[in-house]
């Protein structure tokens, strides 16, 4: 299933990096590099 990228405003753009990389950091999510489920976000 292909979808067309969704963006967001600046504003909130800058919150939900800040919100991943604190879930990166708190080892709650991680960065998964090769998997048949995961589709390239660009």
């Known amino acids: 299933m ?5 963006r967001l405003n600046p504003t909130m ?16 999510i991680y960065p998964i590099l090769d998997s048949a489920w995961v589709s390239p976000v660009q």
Do not use: D
């Not at 292909?2 to 969704?6: E, G, S, T």
């Not at 753009?13 to 709650?28: A, I, Q, T, Y």
């Open 13 to 28: 753009k800058e919150v939900v990096k800040k919100e991943v990389f604190k879930l990166l950091e708190s080892g709650m």
């Open 2 to 6: 292909v979808q067309p990228q969704r």
